[in-house]
């Protein structure tokens, strides 16, 4: 066996429509993967996270990411702003 993996291989078959169920391996319900199949039929899932445009622009900027990442290491320059009350009705 090989040491990257943390579990033992298991066989797994698809069923009559092509599915396999991934929680035998531990897979959590409702994960996300990215599929791959590669010219020899192996098949690689790599776990996935879904992002915004609005995520994906913030973290594409790293002088923002820089920015956030300095504001979060000193909160004491965080200030407190007064929100004014909505009005309702």
Do not use: C, F, W
């Not at 066996?1 to 035998?24: F, K, Q, Y």
């Not at 994906?56 to 004014?84: G, W, Y």
């Amino acid at each position: 066996m090989d040491d990257t993996h943390e579990t033992p291989e298991i066989l797994v078959e698809t069923d009559d429509r092509g599915r396999v169920s991934l929680a035998r391996l531990g897979a959590e319900p409702r994960s996300r993967y990215l599929a791959r199949t590669d010219p020899d039929g192996t098949v690689t899932l790599s776990p996935a996270v879904v992002i915004s445009e609005l995520e994906h622009r913030l973290l594409s900027n790293p002088e923002l990411v820089e920015q956030i990442q300095d504001n979060r290491a000193h909160p004491e320059r965080l200030m407190k702003l007064e929100r004014r009350p909505t009005p309702r009705g």
